[in-house]
């Protein structure tokens, strides 16, 4: 059985208060807290077994790419992808969009080519594609949202694909809204269409399993501070056989076969894009999150589940409520984005932090998505499997407090 109570401990820092008030830590798309055994594992990597990787002769070098070699393959099951080596560390989900966007945008896109996107995406996953297209004289086309239910109009992202489309992009949980995407069947119908897919996971690999075999997509990306590890580390996987055959995105040690003035040849992947020192450390971490988290992961699904539609019954009793997204119909991962009256959403999470909650306001980095939707932004509540039906009940007690207040 899932309890939440005691996974909360393993948490340091939501025992911590926000001023004399508990921390109602409510901003999980934004970034995860780190449980105690990743904060431990980096203290001992940095302890005892920090050197740097894949160059050193002397046993403590070994020790630490021993250590980051064992964080790519626990990634690896995370995801199910078939070999360690298709998964290259980045910085975060943004830069494994960049360096698809730039390599094999770049190498593969001609005047004419089409990207499809949804109006659904993060910037991240809109401007690198924006870049690309007018460098190469490709061309953005971009799917709608059905804004009535927050959710994409999959009929037109069909109409939308062709044989000029080359690459279809999309979110699989949007970070704004919460909407979940039928990934299985846009990776189906994009193949058919001869485009290649590209999943951005960053939204559900906090939420739900994901499984890269079963679902076919040629790239996948996510971030580890979303999924409980610590910043500046994320995941690009892809097809092993598409990521040997892009040209290099960065270029210097560790990414080479040999140098010389009269030219230079790459290793495979993932060598060829981890050029310099990688952040071994963050690898590490993120190979002992996804660890701890893989243990529970669909209880923690489960009860997350049951935890948001908890959230939308009680803040829907709160008279002006009004939730963007499929909160009352295909139900969204653990987001509940809402206007509350007339009170700008600013004013609301401002007051928010003075009850010790926190959220996000704003565009969410999303602001095609809020055009679509005819507003300017929202406030953002984002659950995790630590967060409790106590601290829904104090973030519905301090809206209509607000409320009262305005
Ligand atoms: C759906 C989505 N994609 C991409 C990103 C970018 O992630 P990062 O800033 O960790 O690179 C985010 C971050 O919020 C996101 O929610």
């Not at 040690?253 to 963050?282: K, L, Q, W, Y």
Request: with cysteine; glycine share 8%; hydrophobic share 45%.
């Amino acid at each position: 059985m899932f309890d939440p109570a005691k996974i909360r401990r393993d948490f340091p820092i939501l025992s911590q208060k926000s001023g004399t008030r508990d921390l109602v830590y409510l901003d999980n798309a934004a970034t995860a807290q780190k449980p105690q055994v990743v904060i431990d594992a980096i203290a001992r990597f940095y302890r005892c077994e920090n050197a740097n990787i894949h160059r050193g002769l002397y046993h403590l070098s070994a020790e630490a790419t021993t250590a980051f070699e064992k964080a790519r393959e626990r990634v690896a099951a995370f995801i199910n992808a078939p070999e360690p080596d298709a998964c290259v560390f980045t910085r975060g989900a943004t830069e494994g969009i960049n360096l698809v966007a730039s390599s094999w945008g770049r190498s593969r896109l001609r005047p004419g080519d089409e990207i499809l996107l949804t109006e659904l995406e993060h910037h991240a996953d809109i401007v690198p594609w924006q870049l690309v297209a007018e460098e190469t004289g490709a061309i953005v086309r971009v799917a709608k949202l059905d804004p009535k239910t927050g959710t994409l109009d999959l009929e037109h992202w069909r109409s939308q694909l062709s044989d000029k489309t080359k690459i279809a992009c999309f979110c699989h949980i949007s970070n704004a809204l919460g909407t979940v995407n039928p990934i299985g069947e846009m990776v189906r119908l994009a193949h058919a269409a001869g485009a290649l897919t590209l999943v951005d996971a960053a939204q559900s690999a906090p939420h739900l399993p994901i499984d890269v075999q079963a679902l076919a997509c040629d790239f996948l990306v996510f971030s580890g501070h979303k999924t409980f590890a610590p910043t500046g580390i994320g995941i690009l996987y892809g097809r092993k056989d598409l990521l040997d055959a892009m040209p290099p995105y960065q270029a210097g040690g560790d990414m080479i076969d040999r140098v010389s003035f009269s030219g230079t040849t790459f290793r495979e992947a993932p060598a060829r894009f981890e050029a310099g020192t990688p952040n071994i450390c963050g690898a590490v971490g993120l190979g002992v999150a996804l660890e701890y988290f893989k243990a529970f992961q669909k209880d923690a699904a489960d009860y997350e589940h049951r935890l948001t539609q908890y959230a939308v019954e009680k803040l829907s009793e709160i008279e002006g409520m009004r939730f963007f997204g499929p909160v009352r119909t295909a139900g969204t991962a653990g987001i509940l984005s809402f206007h509350l009256g007339k009170i700008h959403p600013s004013d609301i999470a401002t007051m928010l932090d003075t009850y010790g909650i926190c959220t996000r306001v704003g565009h969410h980095c999303a602001m095609p998505l809020m055009a679509a939707l005819g507003i300017t932004g929202t406030v953002r509540a984002s659950l995790a499997f630590y967060n409790t039906y106590a601290e829904i009940d104090t973030l519905a007690d301090a809206l209509i407090r607000i409320k009262k207040m305005f």
